[in-house]
Structures are given as structure tokens and as C-alpha cells.
């Protein structure tokens, strides 16, 4: 790799200008916000350089661009993560020491943008730093939203939300590009005139914004491409504002074009795989949708003219989950409208331009708009999407039996719903689903009728997770313990970590695998003792749950799991415990009630045991709040036990499964989502696996012969214990009992088997914990999952895009 600085010496000196023309201060002198911030440039500033002659590149070799649409992209901090992949890290960190500062400090300044909600921001965010390793010319396109994901606070337990103001100290990442804004119309009404024999149709009288993109380059490790994420903005039109009113004492009315314009790309919204319901929402969905394809085609005809049917050859459109789902009918818009392409040479067009990723088969996230709320806000858009229906309707045989159903199953306006889903499989040329079991519900059962009618579009892409920021970055003692066994090769090819089974049976080696671990629970511990005042004591198991809370999840049955082992001590105080301290941490959605009554009685276990002396020598509960990238990298680390425990078939694949096996943690979960892949690639023995199968919890699910009621009674001393204490004041002392879990348990018949996998569970952690005082078999174990992870990294996953989706 080509160094950027020669030396120690170099860099300082640059970097000292930098500081000087940023602050007008010496290094000395400044505060580590304002060497974050003239740092960050600097860094910036060079990936720019790098940026063009890659565009060069890409130009000169006529490359195919591959853009991923995504309303999300949760990127977390830029800064360490870019010194290591340009492989300046150690030069950088070394040269501020010697000038009496704290790279460590410094980083700890950058904000972490929550431009997402969870797994599928997180995955896009992963796909652009492999991308950019693989020396694809690929391009995130997304929203810059003034307030990301909220911040989370816990009071009395409760979970609080905060606005997150990412913005309000800068963000020297970015570029505004306010010379390659897009306008962008909404509302209106659809006029056509006619032209020789063809009829053109345009909208009149709409209400236009601006979308002004901002864009973050995305420096791939090697140093040798750097790529672009273009986040959109939305502003006013120019002379917005209304001096009059404003001169008439009328201060909010004169901004109100502002005010209105800007409210689009003002929040994320905080449903993760839920409803959106929200008009604003598909304002957002729309304008980054068309801002992202105007400016896709103006790159296409600069470079290859208005060659449009050449545009799957050197364009692919990739569309993360079904937000962006608008980007075919959009693309038809402008082929059709203003380009002049007949209907079928459009739609050859934009059929092998655009891929499709599914993320879930959770019927209520499966997104639908209401048509009189689609075609009033884009007329034009609709009357395409209304065309693209009736064309399909019309493809089917209605004489064959199957017909009528396959019609209902696929058609994309139904019941007064435009319905997403089938929007962008009928506009793609491949979808996939994001682990094996995810992508074989897709046809079996979510999208079976597309599946049976084109079986060859569907594949699965298992999803990735960047090693280099949550392994190499996240834990570097352990990084730099594996780098000295096998060499720094598995940075660039994490297939090369399956080298460090030769280390399995090496004590001294397995020995220090355990000093590691032990060094980031300390690190963890000192975080939680800053953030949270409690005492965690790093000797014990870390048993890590962190994602978003969802009932599908079982946050719940996990507690659970705390309260039983608990009531059993209490009841028996010979009864052996592992000393564990069991972490959570994640966000619920603002309105999802019962995820966030879930995090209330975390909170009032937590509050209970963690102040009872009988049992918090061997039980602690720690609820970390405001997870987010910054501080997953601290917990993935510190994790010995991985919980993932969703019900089957119900985790389309999961991403924090894999980085926590990649930090040597042991996985406690169920067959479902990349578990199962977990499993195969590091053997059963090596993980800890109970509950129902998928076909089992189908199997259960429609012999309707499932009450929960009799699994309660079935076991008063436990279960029924603990459905009790829900009820009776044990765990209220915060805020109050837990009425609508005990009724979602008792008279909703426990939707997602809780009670039915109880058993198994605590059956299972039980022998897991049991093996841990072992510790070199357990470090082996520890060792061998991370030895065998290297599969699940992006790099794998967007080789896997470019080769059989994208062909790039
Ligand atoms: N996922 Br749909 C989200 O994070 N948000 C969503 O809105 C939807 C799905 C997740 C899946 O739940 C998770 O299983 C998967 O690993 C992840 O997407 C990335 O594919």
C-alpha cells in the first residue's frame, strides 16, 4: 500500500497546519473537539485525492457503477476506521503522542451519525467500506436527516427519547454540493399532449423542493479506491422567504417554505422492520429516489450519451429493501417522458438495471401505501405503477386453475393499497434474501407465487459484517494477537483467519486468547461504571443480547431466564450459578409498546437484583443505553455468550450473531436467520442450540393445539413464578407490575412461543455455563468461532453482489 505520509515527521507537520488554518491556535492550545475536527479534514481532504483518480479510473476503464439505494445508512465514526484503511493508524497514532495528545481521545470526539435504525443501516454502511475494498465503483445513495434515530435515555427504567443532534458540532466528512441539487416535484396533476402518433404525459402545478445532496467519501482499506455515499437534504426553492411578512412581525410565517421543504429530510424514522404510515415518509422515500436517479442518468450520458438501452451494462440499481422501490417507475418516468422511449424499451431497460433485497417476511413490515394517499402525492409516479398492474394482470392465463390466486398473491395494487413488495420484485431482475433460511421462506412461502412463476430471480446473498471495523478496529488486542499467529493477510482476506486453527491446541496461545478477553471486559466494565454508575465485575460470564427490541427477538425470554435463576437461588441458595452478568442493550421503536414495557422490566429486574446481596455475587443485569456503533464496538469485544434467540423462521439472518462469534463469543440461539450457518461452518458442539425448528413452530402454529395457559400450569414453581412476579410487585419498584406482558403471554397465547422454548433455554445456558470454568476449552471454543467466521465477511457477500446480481 502506498503510504500518504513518509513519516512521522511529515505528518506532523501537516497536521499542524492544518490545526493552525482550522482554530488559528497551536496544537497545544486547542481543545480534542478542534483536533478531531482539523484531523478529520486532513483525512478528508486526502480521500478526496484518492476519490479522483479513482473516478479516473472508473472513467478510463469504462467500469459498471453500481448504486445501492438505501433510506438508511448507519456508518457510525469515519476517522479510525479510515487511518486503518489507508494504513496510516499506528504512524498517526504514534506522531500525536509524540505531540502530548490522544488519538484515542480525539476519536472519541466524532459524532456517530444514527442516519439508521439497525440491521439493514448497518449492513448498507458495511457493503460501502467492501465495496470500496473490492475496487467496485459502487455508490451509496441515502438521506441526510437533520436528527437521526433518536437518542435513548432510561428513566425509572423507562426508555426516554431524546433528539439526536449529530449535526450541532459539524461534520467535516461531508461536502455540500449545492451545484448538483435536483428539483423535485410533488403533488400536482397529469397533463398529456400529443406528438405525431404518441401521447407525452407531464405534471403540472406541482409543489417543488430542492434535494441537495452532501457526500461522504468512503475510503476502501488499501487505500486504493475511494468511493462516495450521496446523502439528500431538502431545501426550499430559491426566493422562498417572504420579506413582507416578515416585516410584518410575521417571523415564522415568512420561513414557512423552509420550514416545509426542510421537514422532509428532518428525521429518520424510528420503526424498524414496522409500519410506516407517514406521508412525510414517502416524501423522503421519493426524494431520494429521484434526486438518486437524475443524477445516475446525468453521470450515464456524460459518459456513454444517450445510449439508454446500454444503461444495464454499465448500471446496476441496487434497492435496499423496499423504500426505494419507487426507483422503477421513476426511471420509467424520465426514460418515457423525457427521453421519449416507447413502454417496452423503457421497461427491457429498467428490468435489467434494477436487484431487489428482501429483509424480513414479517407480514405487518411488509411496506403498502393507500392509494389516495400514493396518487395524490405523485400522480405520475402512480399512473406508471397502475400501468406496470394492469401489464402484469394481463400476463396471466385466467383459464389456468392457479391463476386467480397467483394474481391476488403478486398483484401490486390491491385492496386500495399500493403494496411495495411486489412493486420491486415485478420491477427487478433478481431479488435475494439476506441468509439461506430467509431466502427459502421467500419462495416457499412469503413470495412463492413469484418464486414459482420466475424461480430464476430469486437468490440468497448471506449477509456480511465489515472485519476490519468490528474485529480489526473494535478489539485490537486481539486483532494484534492474531496478526502476530497468521500474519496480517486476513485484513484484506478474512478467509485467512481459518489459519488460526492451528492454534487450537496451544495452551499458551489459548491462554492469551483469555487475557484478551478479560482486557475488553475490563474496558466494557469501565465504560458501564462511567455511563451507568454500576459495578460490573469482569471475572464473571459477559452474556451479551444487543439489537433492537422486538418481540420476535425475545428480549423477554431472556429475562425471563434472569428471573428464573433468581427465584431458584433464593429458593435454594446451594443452587449453582455460574457468576454471570447478563448485558442488554438496544432501542424500541417510540410506539411499540410492548418492546418497551420489555426494556422497563429489564430495568426492574435489573434494579432488584442488582441491589440484592443474596444473589448479585453471581447474577448482574446491566442495561446499556443508547446502543449505537460507537459503543457496539466496546460490547461485541467483552461478549463470551451471543444470545440469539428469536423465534424460528423469524430473523431473517441477524449481523450481530456475526460479530460476535468473529470476537470469539459462543453462540446460545436458535435454528434461525445465519445461526444456522453459524452452526455449519463451526460445528453444533462448538455453539449451544435449543428450542422449536422452523417447521416446528409451523407445525405447532396450525395443529392450533398451542396454549400457553397449559404450559403455565404445567410448571406453577417456575414458569408460573415467574408469570406471577409480572403481576405482584417484585420487579415494580421503578415505575409499576408488567400488565400488558402478562397479557401478551397469558391472552394473546404467547405469539412468539416464549414459554413453549423456556425450558430448553435455561436448559441450555445452564450446560454452556456450566463448561465455562474450563477455561482453555472454553477460550478453544472462543478461538474456533473466530477462526471460522471469516466467511461472514462483507467482502465474501459483496463479491457474492457483484459477481451473480450486478455483474460489475
Ligand atoms: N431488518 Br425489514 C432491519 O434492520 N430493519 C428492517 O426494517 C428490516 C429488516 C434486519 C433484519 O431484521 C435482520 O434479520 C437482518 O440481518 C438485517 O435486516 C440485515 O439484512
Known amino acids: 500500500m502506498e503510504k500518504i505520509y513518509e513519516n512521522k515527521e511529515q505528518f506532523i507537520e501537516q497536521y499542524r497546519q492544518h490545526v493552525r488554518a482550522l482554530s488559528g491556535k497551536e496544537f497545544e492550545d486547542t481543545s480534542d473537539i478542534d483536533r478531531f475536527t482539523a484531523l478529520a479534514n486532513m483525512v478528508a481532504g486526502d480521500a478526496r485525492v484518492i476519490a479522483a483518480k479513482t473516478d479516473e479510473r472508473n472513467r478510463t476503464e469504462g467500469k459498471k457503477r453500481v448504486y445501492y439505494f438505501s433510506i438508511e445508512f448507519l456508518i457510525g465514526r469515519l476517522l479510525d476506521n479510515y487511518l486503518l484503511n489507508l494504513g496510516i493508524r499506528d504512524l498517526v497514532a504514534d506522531a500525536i503522542a509524540d505531540m502530548g495528545g490522544d488519538l484515542d481521545e480525539i476519536e472519541r470526539q466524532e459524532p456517530d451519525p444514527a442516519l439508521g435504525n439497525g440491521g439493514l443501516g448497518r449492513l448498507a454502511a458495511c457493503f460501502l467500506d467492501s465495496m470500496a475494498h473490492e475496487g467496485i465503483a459502487g455508490y451509496g445513495n441515502g438521506m441526510r436527516y437533520r436528527y437521526g434515530l433518536f437518542k435513548q435515555e432510561i428513566v425509572d427504567g423507562r426508555q426516554v427519547e431524546v433528539a439526536d443532534e449529530w449535526l450541532s458540532k459539524g461534520y467535516p466528512w461531508e461536502v455540500k454540493r449545492p451545484d448538483k441539487a435536483v428539483r423535485i416535484g410533488f403533488g400536482g396533476h397529469v397533463v398529456s399532449r400529443q406528438e405525431g402518433d404518441r401521447t407525452f404525459y407531464s405534471v403540472e402545478g406541482t409543489d417543488d423542493v430542492l434535494a441537495v445532496p452532501y457526500d461522504i467519501p468512503i475510503v476502501g482499506y488499501g487505500g486504493e479506491t475511494v468511493n462516495k455515499l450521496r446523502c439528500w437534504s431538502a431545501e426550499p426553492i430559491d426566493d422562498h422567504f417572504d420579506l413582507d411578512a416578515f416585516n410584518a412581525g410575521d417571523y415564522t410565517g415568512a420561513d414557512r417554505d423552509r420550514a416545509n421543504a426542510e421537514a422532509i429530510s428532518a428525521i429518520l424514522y424510528p420503526n424498524d422492520a414496522g409500519e410506516h404510515g407517514r406521508l412525510l415518509r414517502l416524501k423522503q422515500e421519493y426524494l431520494f429516489v429521484a434526486a438518486g436517479i437524475r443524477t445516475l442518468l446525468d453521470t450515464f450520458e456524460r459518459e456513454h450519451g444517450k445510449a439508454w438501452n446500454e444503461l444495464p451494462r454499465y448500471v446496476a440499481i441496487h434497492t435496499n429493501d423496499t423504500h426505494p422501490a419507487m426507483c422503477g417507475p421513476e426511471l420509467m418516468r424520465i426514460l418515457m417522458d423525457e427521453e421519449g422511449l416507447t413502454w417496452d424499451d423503457a421497461w427491457e431497460i429498467v428490468t435489467n438495471t434494477v436487484s431487489y433485497t428482501n429483509h424480513t417476511i414479517l407480514p405487518e413490515a411488509l411496506e403498502k401505501w393507500p392509494i389516495s394517499t400514493f396518487s395524490t402525492l405523485l400522480p405520475r409516479v402512480y399512473q406508471i405503477i397502475d400501468e406496470i398492474n394492469r401489464r402484469w394482470r394481463e400476463s396471466f392465463d385466467m383459464s389456468k386453475p392457479e391463476s386467480a390466486e397467483r394474481l391476488r398473491a403478486t398483484a401490486v395494487l390491491w385492496d386500495g393499497e399500493v403494496r411495495m413488495a411486489n412493486l420491486s420484485v415485478i420491477c427487478s431482475h433478481s431479488v435475494n434474501g439476506v441468509a439461506k433460511i430467509h431466502s427459502d421462506i421467500l419462495k416457499a412461502s412469503t413470495l412463492k407465487d413469484f418464486a414459482a412463476m420466475r424461480p430464476e430471480m430469486f437468490n440468497n446473498k448471506t449477509n456480511g459484517i465489515s472485519h476490519r471495523r468490528f474485529f480489526a478496529e473494535a478489539n485490537p488486542t486481539y486483532a494484534k494477537l492474531v496478526t502476530e499467529a497468521i500474519g496480517d493477510g486476513w485484513l484484506d482476506d478474512a478467509r485467512e483467519l481459518e489459519k488460526l486453527t492451528a492454534f487450537e491446541g496451544d495452551p499458551a496461545f489459548l491462554e492469551r486468547v483469555g487475557a484478551s478477553k478479560l482486557a475488553n471486559k475490563q474496558r466494557l466494565a469501565d465504560y458501564v461504571k462511567r455511563e451507568c454508575g454500576l459495578t460490573i465485575d469482569p471475572n464473571t460470564v459477559f452474556d451479551v443480547q444487543v439489537k433492537r427490541f422486538h418481540a420476535y427477538k425475545r428480549q423477554l425470554l431472556n429475562i425471563m431466564k434472569v428471573m428464573d435463576l433468581y427465584n431458584r437461588r433464593l429458593a435454594d441458595p446451594n443452587f449453582k450459578i455460574q457468576p454471570t452478568t447478563f448485558i442488554f442493550s438496544g432501542k424500541a421503536a417510540s410506539s411499540y409498546t410492548f418492546a418497551k414495557e420489555v426494556i422497563r422490566l429489564i430495568n426492574g429486574v435489573a434494579e432488584v437484583i442488582n441491589n440484592d446481596p443474596r444473589v448479585n455475587d453471581v447474577i448482574k443485569v446491566c442495561f446499556i443505553p443508547n446502543f449505537r456503533v460507537s459503543n457496539a464496538q466496546l460490547i461485541y469485544p467483552a461478549a463470551e455468550i451471543s444470545e440469539q434467540i428469536s423465534t424460528a423462521g423469524k430473523e431473517a439472518s441477524g449481523t450481530s450473531n456475526m460479530k460476535l462469534m468473529m470476537n470469539g463469543a459462543l453462540t446460545l440461539g436458535t435454528m434461525d436467520g445465519a445461526n444456522i450457518e453459524i452452526v455449519d461452518l463451526a460445528g453444533r458442539e462448538n455453539e449451544a442450540i435449543f428450542g422449536l425448528t422452523t417447521p416446528e413452530v409451523d407445525a405447532l402454529r396450525a395443529s392450533g393445539q398451542y396454549f400457553a395457559w397449559d404450559v403455565v400450569n404445567s410448571d406453577r414453581a417456575r414458569l408460573g413464578r415467574i408469570i406471577d412476579q409480572l403481576l405482584?410487585?417484585?420487579?415494580?419498584?421503578?415505575?409499576?407490575?408488567?400488565?400488558?406482558?402478562?397479557?401478551?403471554?397469558?391472552?394473546?397465547?404467547?405469539?412468539?412461543?416464549?414459554?413453549?422454548?423456556?425450558?430448553?433455554?435455561?436448559?441450555?445456558?445452564?450446560?454452556?455455563?456450566?463448561?465455562?470454568?474450563?477455561?482453555?476449552?472454553?477460550?478453544?471454543?472462543?478461538?474456533?468461532n473466530t477462526a471460522m467466521s471469516g466467511w461472514f465477511s462483507s467482502d465474501r457477500t459483496i463479491r457474492e453482489y457483484r459477481d451473480e446480481i450486478w455483474h460489475a
Not at 733 to 741: A, K, P, R
Not at 763 to 784: F, G, I
Open 728 to 784: 405482584d410487585g417484585t420487579f415494580a419498584g421503578l415505575s409499576g407490575n408488567f400488565e400488558s406482558i402478562h397479557h401478551e403471554l397469558m391472552f394473546n397465547n404467547d405469539y412468539d412461543l416464549v414459554l413453549k422454548d423456556f425450558h430448553s433455554y435455561v436448559d441450555a445456558w445452564e450446560s454452556l455455563t456450566a463448561t465455562y470454568p474450563d477455561a482453555q476449552d472454553w477460550n478453544r471454543r472462543a478461538l474456533h
